[in-house]
């Protein structure tokens, strides 16, 4: 058997041209929605993210503003920069590039931004809200994930096994929660987990969100299972590879999500879902 693939960029452009009617709507009424993204320091990979998410917001039609820092830039400094943002009607969201240079707190920076404009879904407000089924953001990439499943039919998970294997705080975790939010049932794991092949074996969904290649193999995986690698690595060849076995699991597995192409353009495109939500609230 060979899993069908589940497309990220075929549903990210679906999704995207529905935020972009979503945004000539709300502008009709008098608002553009509005992100601010806030880059500090010089880091090469951080620089190519910040400039796709702007390139995405001007694609929808969204109002966007890039502050570049030197990574001299004080922590006190940052922070009355993310209270003038909160501030700002013209700007629905609120992005702080991550990682953040050494002498800055990211959860300081974090905890600043209004929960009403954390459109990354990391504030403890929001990751609160998620736990508890109260309204708020959710973390982009696990947000992505769940849409993803939605569009394989896989809204309503009732008597469904899910196994996340890792379980940081932007990913594994509030990935937990939407799963159990959607009636799944549900084990975390990380790689250390004894015996994680005997886990995931009872899954009817794998999210593998590790950063290490070779985390699911076509052996731990059971027959028909769906596939999301959220991982982002290089194999020998210096080739963009996720934290599945590929070509071994896509012979076992009902659906699987390709690296590239699969999970990475819904992480930008969920962060145009929640900042265009954002402005559709401040609007009422
Ligand atoms: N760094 C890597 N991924 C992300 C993300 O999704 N949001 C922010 N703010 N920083 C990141």
């Known amino acids: 058997m ?6 990220g960029n075929a549903l990210s452009r679906q999704l995207r ?5 979503r945004a ?5 009424r008098g608002t553009t929605p509005g992100l601010a993204v806030i880059l500090v320091g010089d880091n090469p990979a951080s620089q190519v993210y910040v400039r796709n998410k702007v390139k995405a917001c001007e694609d929808v039609g969204f109002h966007s503003v890039l502050e570049k820092y030197d990574a001299s830039m004080t922590e006190a400094e940052l922070l009355a920069r ?4 909160n501030n700002d009607p ?3 969201g609120i992005l702080v590039q991550l990682p953040l240079p050494g002498h800055i707190d990211d959860h300081k920076v974090i905890e600043t931004i209004s929960p009403l404009k954390d459109v990354d879904g990391f504030h403890v407000a929001s990751a609160g809200a998620l736990m508890v089924g109260e309204i708020g953001f959710k973390a982009c990439t696990p947000y992505g994930c769940m849409k993803m499943l939605e569009s394989i039919g896989m809204k ?6 899910a196994v996340v294997i890792g379980r940081s705080n932007i990913v594994g975790k509030p990935m937990a929660m939407m799963l159990l939010a959607a009636n799944a049932t549900v084990t975390v794991c990380h790689s250390g987990t004894a015996d994680l092949a005997a886990m995931t074996r009872q899954a009817d969904i794998v999210v593998a969100a590790v950063g290490k290649r070779n985390v699911l193999t076509a052996d ?3 027959s028909g299972a769906v596939v999301i690698d959220v991982g982002m690595n290089r194999n020998d060849e210096g080739k963009l590879c996720g934290d599945v076995d590929f070509d071994g699991v896509k012979e ?3 659906f699987i999500t390709p690296v590239p192409g699969g999970v990475g353009p819904m992480t930008i495109t969920m962060l145009l879902v929640n900042t265009m939500e954002a402005a559709e609230r401040s609007a009422g």
């Not at 000539?24 to 009709?28: D, S």
């Not at 309503?156 to 096994?161: A, E, M, N, V, W």
Request: charged share 25%; with cysteine.
């Open 2 to 7: 060979t899993a069908q693939l589940i497309d």
């Open 17 to 21: 041209s529905e935020v972009a009617q």
């Open 24 to 28: 000539a709507a709300l502008k009709t």
């Open 82 to 85: 993310v209270e003038a943002l």
């Open 90 to 92: 013209s700007i629905h």
């Open 156 to 161: 309503d998970l009732r008597g469904k096994h």
């Open 220 to 222: 731990m995986c059971k």
């Open 252 to 254: 076992v597995a009902g």
